[in-house]
């Protein structure tokens, strides 16, 4: 059973709007939550984080917005630039489960259009 | 810095014969991992080692064989390849402190064709 979902496989917004990418996870000892993006050919460098303890986090034009009652969390790219089209992956951590295992999601492909 | 180096780039392999991926990080974080990653299904746990000198199952780990002997190399083997180990490895490190969380670093990659 998949523990965290990215239910869209992709997403294509116009420069300068705003991308909503959304996250779901099943798992309710997952208490960390990140974003990862992906350019092809490299590999994934993260992006941004929040804590269970948290329902935002801001971080320039990235905010993660978490839903603890709904296990849900969503990345907000605002305003959206060319050079942010990659797959974005959702991951989650159990932190008291002894590592910094993550489970990750299928990810998402976001199209920049400028 | 380095960070994460991964060799080979990429590999065609013939099944049934044995490959290791090398991993070397040079950020003396304690914490590595071994991922793959399969078109349509995100990434995927490997394997993983909290320290030196330890390791751990992660999500799919048959057929694949890791050990820690020091803090910098990770390497993963592959004993007797098939085809459904195709696919992209991704190592990853982190600075596990057993409280609180630090993000992974990933290397490049490693693209492998099992034939």
């Known amino acids: 059973d998949q523990q965290v979902k990215q239910n869209s496989p992709s997403l294509s917004v116009q420069e300068g709007r705003i991308s909503i990418l959304n996250c779901d996870y099943t798992n309710s000892m997952f208490d960390y939550f990140l974003w990862y993006k992906k350019y092809p050919a490299e590999g994934p460098t993260f992006l941004i984080s929040i804590s269970s303890i948290k329902d935002k986090n801001e971080d320039g034009r990235f905010t993660v917005f978490l839903n603890k009652s709904a296990k849900h969390l969503s990345l907000h790219i605002v305003p959206s630039q060319p050079g942010d089209s990659a797959v974005y992956f959702c991951a989650a951590s159990d932190s008291q489960g002894g590592s910094e295992k993550l489970v990750f999601g299928k990810g998402t492909k976001l199209t920049v259009n400028p | 810095t380095a960070g994460i180096t991964q060799a080979p780039t990429s590999q065609i392999l013939a099944a049934g014969r044995s490959m290791t991926l090398r991993c070397t990080q040079d950020?003396?974080?304690?914490?590595m991992y071994w991922y793959r990653q399969d078109l349509g299904l995100g990434l995927r746990l490997i394997h993983y080692?909290?320290?030196?000198?330890?390791?751990g199952k992660g999500e799919v780990p048959d057929g694949y064989s890791v050990s820690r002997a020091n803090t910098d190399d990770f390497p993963l083997t592959l004993a007797s390849a098939v085809p459904s180990q195709t696919s992209v490895y991704f190592c990853?490190?982190?600075?596990?402190?057993?409280?609180?969380?630090?993000?992974?670093?990933f290397g490049p990659g490693t693209r492998l064709t099992v034939l």
């Open positions: 950020m003396r974080h304690n914490a």
């Open positions: 080692s909290n320290t030196a000198g330890t390791t």
């Open positions: 990853a490190s982190s600075d596990w402190a057993g409280s609180s969380y630090n993000e992974q670093f």
